[in-house]
């Protein structure tokens, strides 16, 4: 397990963070169409917390994204880096994120962020954000549609319907189980929104998350057992 530490400079106040948001995300890249769903490695992220220890515990997971398969995997634990703020979340978690994939012993491939993208009240979630300082291209594929408003998909795996800000589409509600509620995919960097929905349906073969997701999650949450001696 790696430390994390948090970096020199990084914003300590809303509108530091702010500032870093507007100055990073002109540096978002729409126009490249990502590796092709189905191939390469692909490598969720997730964090847990602990609150009142003050710290925070990422996993990076690798698959071989033809059969699924876990090809490496690392993670990281450090202080919590930034305050509790709605649409300021990245900054609570990239430290740590960053020192996890820095870990990992292959390169990450397409990294899925449990989290938004373009789908942000800012259009810079922490898919776009840990794209742009990385330069992996990244997706977001969110649980809930955080501000934004949706039509449900139609019922068969597969449907789709436009993720809304207003009138502008800023993700997909994508329907990856027969019935179930849909997630929400949204682009980070370096990717397509058809791209990032096409990635989405081949990760998840038989639950509703992807299972870069459901794998990063179950380690990071293991790891801040273990960093903080934890049940």
């Known amino acids: 397990m790696t430390?994390?530490?948090?970096?020199?400079?990084?914003?300590?106040t809303e509108e530091e963070a702010r500032a870093v948001q507007d100055e990073l995300r002109v540096r978002v890249v729409l126009d490249e169409p990502g590796p092709p769903a189905g191939t390469g490695l692909v490598t969720?992220?997730?964090?847990?917390?602990?609150?009142?220890?003050d710290v925070v515990a990422a996993a990076a997971v690798v698959l071989d994204a033809a059969n699924l398969d876990v090809v490496a995997e690392a993670t990281a634990v450090g202080r919590i880096s930034f305050p509790y703020v709605p649409g300021l979340l990245?900054?609570?978690?990239?430290p740590t994120l960053l020192a996890a994939l820095?870990?990992?012993p292959v390169p990450p491939g397409l990294v899925v962020c449990d989290g938004y993208g373009l789908a942000h009240p800012r259009r810079f979630g922490l898919a776009s954000h840990l794209g742009v300082l990385t330069g992996l291209p990244t997706i977001g594929v969110a649980k809930n549609p955080f501000t934004f408003t949706y039509d449900d998909p139609d019922a068969p795996r597969g449907a789709s319907s436009p993720l809304l800000a207003g009138t502008e589409e800023v993700g997909?509600?994508?329907?990856?189980?027969?019935?179930?509620?849909?997630v929400f995919v949204s682009v980070g960097h370096r990717t397509t929104l058809a791209d990032a929905c096409a990635h989405t349906l081949a990760l998840t073969p038989r639950f509703r998350l992807p299972e870069t997701t459901r794998r990063a999650d179950a380690?990071?949450?293991r790891a801040l057992r273990e960093a903080t001696g934890g049940p």
């Open 102 to 104: 820095d870990a990992l």
């Open 172 to 182: 997909r509600a994508l329907r990856t189980r027969r019935d179930v509620k849909p």
């Open 90 to 94: 990245a900054f609570r978690e990239i």
């Open 219 to 221: 380690l990071c949450r």
């Open 3 to 12: 430390t994390a530490d948090i970096p020199a400079g990084w914003p300590a």
């Open 44 to 53: 969720g992220v997730d964090v847990a917390y602990d609150d009142e220890r």
